[in-house]
């Protein structure tokens, strides 16, 4: 008898439960996009900040005072420690190796170019590297993504070169054109602006720079372009003063500190630093933007729960004849309660898997056209949101069906609500 | 007499007097409908007040959270040539109000075994300010103290003492008063103050960095002006902060935005469920009026008036509480309150209205179509 009056109820008065169910429905359809896109978008924007370049650069451990003004190194070419290029893959190979976006080595050489000492920039463009049975590309083209190519992006199996803009209109060359760089003429492929000091220098592919020098596997820093967790005390720990649990937490944390103490380890005699600048405010500018959406999200939240709750309950008072008549054919308080608490929980559980499926399409969407990628919904998320559903529905229900139940049921079947 | 003018009064006007009594009886003799729906006219209003005015207010705060990566312009005097004595004072009567712009001069000094290294000059107080990141032990605050690089530190002060560093035959005795750490090439300096730097070397500062808050547009303009006010320099933007910048920004304001819409559009649409709702609920006294002899006018503009005033009501304690709901997000999250934008209130008022009208059509044009005998029998 109470499934059937539930299932008739559903199936007669169609209009009404359409109305209560599309509340629901939207009410859940927001809730779940907005849960999915606020609990996403802290590594959306991290992606996003990699823009602003590498948050870790690598050094030979021995390494001796760079001399540097302008971004003109006057440090003999001879002097200092190099790193050896042999070692770069294996950066693919740490255990954050995921959270690397990208590397880009970087060797500056001092060349003569139309009678002026320039300074020749070796590195990655965009190579391919084999790490194990991992193929990847990296190079500058990742790590710095603000640098623009007027022409081609030179090949790094090449010998051709990109010149910057103000040393390109310095001694009038254009792309195609050749120059010559210790004694070997070389092609130019691009005319290079970065709006920094690179605008003044030759950037080549590095083995071109290893051979200006003649050191063939010489790098003399890395830059690496990692995603991290923002730092917290435990971050600023020292690795060496902490023991077991603490210290696998410390080291499987993406923290920037505990990335670079990685890159030490994978690559042999180097020094590797967060850069602070980048590091220290992504971490600010993600809390910051992770907050607000959380805070949106709660907003959004106690909206759609709120709008919930004022559907069923108006669904309700609709209802009191219904009710006025049940108890006048001796219905107790507790099965009219029931019969229509049941109600709203079929109607939340039907709404409420609807909804979620909305919400998944609708954050996808939103993932989709503003930040050209997945955005994923965890199956966890489910359960989740169809429990809050059915709790706002019966905390929208339970004022009203308790003084619907209390009515007179003469008054009621009268009319006189 | 009170009671002649009273008569008078109500003789003149007695429609309206009608009209305003049933409104306000209306909404007392059915608290609980009608504080329902007006809850909901409430939360949707304030919810979408809350979510506008942090529309427009959290991109400012966001911009400036940007401006903790330090400078986006860079103004550098010519190739081996320092500023003029007054260049600082031309930028910054250039830049607006709230800018910071932080001279730097730079010499290549020797260590008394013949080593070089890089040393520079600047006001500490807004290095301070403008580059937030440098980790520094303690800043110099006496006349010959000395900001030592982590790493420069190895090569002049392995000890902490004091030590020598001579430019050009002259020679500085400098304390080393803290130690800077940020990863990148200031490691590998030693920084002094303006005023020492300046009678040590006899140099001016060489580069001076800005950091301008505004939008990509104010910030171009201010470019502009800093190449028109001094031209013998080379005033470049930091492209790597502007862009990185532009495009979190941008993305920030996509995610913004939609989720504004989503939220209004929910709102909105739960409203109108709940208000049809409401007004529906209402047909006996629909039937009533029509049956005593009310034209379909006056109906329909006793129902849209209802609409209306609630929708008014609504939208201003809506308004209160989403300006005070955005008020406390701001403050929660980037520690500064949201200002309240008066703007957004005729914006939420309309729709209200519009939103309260929408609702009270559907069902009213619904019921005309009934006989008012038939809706009074409960059919």
Known sequence: MFVRLVYESFRRQKRRKLLAGVAVMLGVCVATAMIAVATDIGDKINRELRAIGANLVVTPQEDTLDVEIGGVNLKPPSDGAYLNEAHLPKIKGMFWRNNIVGFAPMLPVSVNLAGANTTLLGTYFAKHIQFGKQNFVTGVQTTHPWWKVQGEWPDDGSQSILLGERLAARIARHPGDQVEIAGQGHAISGILSTGGVEDDQIVAPLSLAQDVIGKPGAVRRIYVSALTKPEDAFARRDPASLRGPEYDRWYCSPYPQSIAYQLQEAIPHSHAEQIRQVAQNEGTVLSRIKGLMLLITVAALLASALAVSAAMATAIFERRREIGLMKALGAGDFPVSALFFAEATLLALISGLVGFLGGALLARQIGRSIFASQITIEPVLLPIILAIAIGVTFAGSTLAIRRAVKFDPVYALRGEA | MNFELAKQRRSAAPHRSMFLRMLIRAAVLRRGRAAAALLAMVVAAGVTTAILNLYVDTQTKLREQFRNYG?????????????????????????????????????????????????????????????????????????????????????????????????????????????????????????????????????????????????????????????????????????????????????????????????????????????????????????????????????????????????????????????????????????????????????????????????????????????????????
Not at chain 2, 146 to 156: E, M, Y
Not at chain 2, 254 to 279: D, K, P
Request: hydrophobic share 50%; net charge positive; proline share 5%.
């Open chain 2, 71 to 379: 400078a986006n312009i860079v103004v550098v005097a010519r190739e081996g040539q320092t500023f003029s004595p007054d260049a600082l004072r031309i930028v910054n009567s250039t830049i607006a109000d709230g800018s910071l712009a932080v001279p730097f001069g730079y010499v290549v000094a020797r260590t008394p075994d013949g080593r070089s290294i890089v040393v520079s000059g600047t006001d500490f107080d807004k290095v301070r300010k403008l580059d937030n990141w440098w980790s520094v032990t303690a800043w110099p605050q006496k006349k010959a103290e000395a900001l030592v690089g982590s790493r420069a530190a190895k090569l002049v002060t392995p000890q902490g003492k004091v030590f020598d560093l001579s430019f050009q035959g002259r020679t500085i005795h400098l304390a080393p008063a803290g130690m800077l750490k940020t990863g990148a090439a200031e490691d590998n300096r030693v920084y002094l103050s303006l005023s020492d730097f300046e009678s040590w070397t006899g140099l001016q500062p060489s580069t001076i960095e800005i950091a301008v808050s505004g939008s990509a547009q104010e910030v171009n303009g201010t470019i502009r002006n800093l190449q028109r006010a001094s031209p013998d320099a080379e005033v470049r933007p930091v492209r790597q902060i502007v862009e990185g910048e532009a495009r979190v920004l941008g993305k920030m304001r996509s995610t913004l935005l939609a989720s504004a819409v989503l939220i209004i559009l929910t709102a909105a649409l739960c409203l109108l469920a709940t208000l049809t709702g409401w007004v529906f609920d209402r047909r006996r006294d629909f039937a009533i009026m029509k049956a005593l002899g009310a034209s379909a006018a006056l109906i329909n503009g006793f129902f849209a008036a209802e609409a209306a005033a609630l929708g008014a009501v609504g939208s201003v304690l809506g308004f209160a509480l989403g300006v005070g709901a955005a008020t406390w997000i701001g403050r929660a999250n980037f520690h500064a309150p949201v200002a309240p934008r008066l703007s957004v209130f005729p914006v939420i008022l309309a729709g209200s209205i519009l939103v309260a009208l929408l609702a009270a059509i559907v069902p009213i044009s619904l019921l005309q179509r009934f006989q008012p005998a038939n809706i009074l029998r409960g059919e």
